[in-house]
């Protein structure tokens, strides 16, 4: 059961590049998220999809753009790569609210 | 003023010794996770409660939705033990995680 898968695992890109990040569950969650983790702070909401069809954004969503695919794949790009944007990033899904939430390995991007 | 706050930041503490982590958290939420990272590692979870007290192997949680705290406790603590563990309540109106910014625990054999 591979739960949530992320790739890459690790990227680094020169600013102004783009670059889109996968995620995929295979537990038929409705729900998938995607967070920023950055030193000193708690991981943050960058956007998410309560349901397949719909998407909104988090609490820091400039510079970002999502797409859900289907109801397996949720995929977040960066359009403009910015140094600002290096962080690690993490994919989460759970079936609906108040159920256990499921995380991926997640992705460390380099911005240079 | 962070919405979720955890205490203490950073833990360390010799092996076999008896471990608490807390959380406190302003909004009024329905649920809670306790979650743990693993230097360079992934996000899991170990615990979601809403009410009492959970156990499992050698970690307990518990919640009082009421005072709006909840604790991690590890028992005869091991080196394996050492991580980031990390308080995530479900709140707002969307019911997303709030997440705390973490307790290092560094557990010395």
């Known amino acids: 059961n591979a739960g949530v898968t992320q790739t890459p695992k690790f990227q680094v890109l020169k600013t102004g590049q783009s670059m889109t990040l996968q995620c995929a569950q295979d537990?038929?969650?409705?729900?998938m998220y995607w967070y920023r983790q950055d030193p000193g702070m708690g991981l943050r909401l960058i956007y998410y999809?309560?349901?397949?069809?719909?998407?909104d954004k988090g609490e820091v969503p400039n510079g970002y753009n999502v797409s859900r695919l289907n109801k397996r794949e949720f995929s977040l790009r960066l359009e403009s790569a910015a140094p600002s944007q290096t962080s690690v990033y993490f994919c989460?899904?759970?079936?609906?609210?108040?159920?256990?939430?499921?995380f991926g390995q997640g992705t460390r991007l380099t911005v240079v | 003023k962070n919405e979720v706050e955890q205490s203490p930041q950073n833990l360390t503490a010799q092996e076999g010794e008896f471990i608490t982590i807390n959380c406190s958290y302003s909004?009024?939420?329905?649920?809670l996770h306790w979650l743990q990272q693993h230097p360079g590692g992934g996000i899991v979870s170990l615990f979601m409660l809403s009410s009492g007290k959970k156990k499992h192997g050698r970690l307990i949680a518990t919640i009082n939705i009421q005072e709006k705290h909840s604790s991690l406790h590890i028992t005869a603590s091991h080196p394996r033990d050492s991580a980031v563990y990390i308080c995530a309540p479900y709140g707002g109106s969307q019911g997303n995680l709030i997440f705390g910014k973490g307790t290092k625990l560094s557990v010395k054999p």
């Open positions: 989460a899904s759970r079936q609906d609210r108040d159920t256990e939430a499921f």
């Open positions: 537990m038929n969650h409705n729900s």
């Open positions: 999809s309560a349901s397949e069809g719909t998407t």
């Open positions: 909004v009024g939420i329905s649920a």
